[in-house]
């Protein structure tokens, strides 16, 4: 159960545009929201000691900032749609406090927004939504800034992409979660991609048949690991499809999650930064980057390389 959420505020309106998305995956009856924004060194000793933490019941007016105003409106909106919420300045840069507090606070998920930026724009600019999927324990509701609030309250579908690694399957217990507390599906999705392969499957299709391609040893393979999840997940109460798909591991996502009209992709991170993911890719950040619907992201805990099939043209790769 997601218990406590911590929603960074810096005063944009691109960072409240969390908010509604994550309405729509939790209750009040359920769930506390905490509020945060972290301000400079010179504008923190402006805010009387009661703005600096104040709780539902002890939201009080200021125009000492933008953030401050910003945070005590949604609070209010929060407040009158029966959350209780808990607020919260620090003085600081801003990925700093957000994983400072999500530990002290004990967070179950942090929800914030970014731009989406990829690559070289990232490993340049650097990105605070960058810096806490990275660096935090605690789950990561992620929202790209082009993605649009769904007029339908209930969540139906959530893609989530394994690559039969352990660090892959980290996402798996934040995702259950996610799907038995809104009743969505979970879309299970593998990726192969065959690297000029003997045994030609169908080259033009995307999207591999299971019961056609079953005699594949690497499909099979796919698809008893795929099956070996969906009965973990039947046995928790939680509906689950099984897809295989061939290509590009970040494609493939984002095509799925366009065909099922998904709600929330739940990925893991390798959690690399800069030019190391230059060098060696994330997919990650491509599927942020091309996104039509918010991410949870969970870092991955355990330093796993891709799976390689011995005496097959074709892998599967890692998602991270």
Same mark, same amino acid.
């Given at each position: 159960m997601i218990k406590r959420v911590l929603i960074p505020l810096d005063g944009s309106e691109l960072a409240e545009r969390a908010v509604p998305h994550l309405l729509r995956f939790i209750t009040s009856e359920q769930t506390e929201l905490l509020l945060m924004t972290a301000l400079s060194s010179s504008v923190f000793p402006l805010l009387s000691d009661k703005m600096r933490s104040f709780t539902s019941e002890q939201i009080v007016l200021s125009d000492e900032s933008e953030a401050s105003e910003q945070m005590q409106m949604i609070a209010q909106q929060l407040v009158q749609r029966g959350f209780r919420v808990e607020s919260q300045f620090l003085p600081?840069?801003?990925?700093?406090?957000?994983?400072?507090?999500?530990?002290?606070?004990?967070?179950?998920?942090?929800?914030?927004?970014?731009?989406?930026?990829?690559?070289?724009?990232?490993?340049?600019?650097?990105? #605070?939504?960058? %810096?806490?999927?990275?660096?935090? *324990?605690?789950? /990561?509701?992620?929202?790209?800034?082009? #993605?649009?609030? %769904?007029?339908?309250?209930?969540? *139906?579908?959530? /893609?989530?992409?394994?690559?039969?690694t352990t660090l892959a399957e980290t996402a798996l217990p934040v995702a259950r979660q996610f799907a038995k507390d809104t009743g969505a599906v979970i879309h299970l999705l593998r990726v192969i991609e065959f690297q000029d392969s003997e045994d030609e499957l169908v080259a033009d299709e995307t999207t591999i048949d299971l019961n056609e391609a079953k005699g594949q040893p690497v499909v099979r393979q796919a698809a008893c690991y795929l099956e070996r999840i969906q009965l973990q997940l039947q046995l928790a109460g939680v509906v689950s499809r099984?897809?295989?798909?061939e290509g590009d591991p970040a494609d493939a996502i984002i095509r799925m999650a366009r065909a099922e009209d998904a709600d929330l992709i739940a990925m893991s991170t390798h959690g690399r930064s800069g030019v190391e993911r230059i060098v060696h890719g994330s997919v990650v950040s491509q599927v942020i980057g091309n996104a039509m619907c918010p991410l949870l992201l969970m870092r991955g805990k355990v330093p796993v390389e891709a799976f390689e099939c011995e005496g097959s043209a074709a892998t599967a790769n890692s998602f991270c």
């Open positions: 600081g840069a801003a990925a700093e406090c957000i994983l400072h507090l999500s530990e002290k606070a004990n967070v179950d998920l942090i929800a914030m927004s970014t731009h989406g930026r990829t690559g070289i724009e990232l490993a340049l600019l650097g990105s #605070v939504a960058d %810096k806490v999927v990275r660096n935090a *324990r605690s789950p /990561v509701f992620i929202v790209p800034s082009k #993605v649009m609030t %769904k007029t339908a309250h209930t969540p *139906r579908a959530i /893609v989530l992409p394994l690559d039969g099984c897809h295989t798909m």
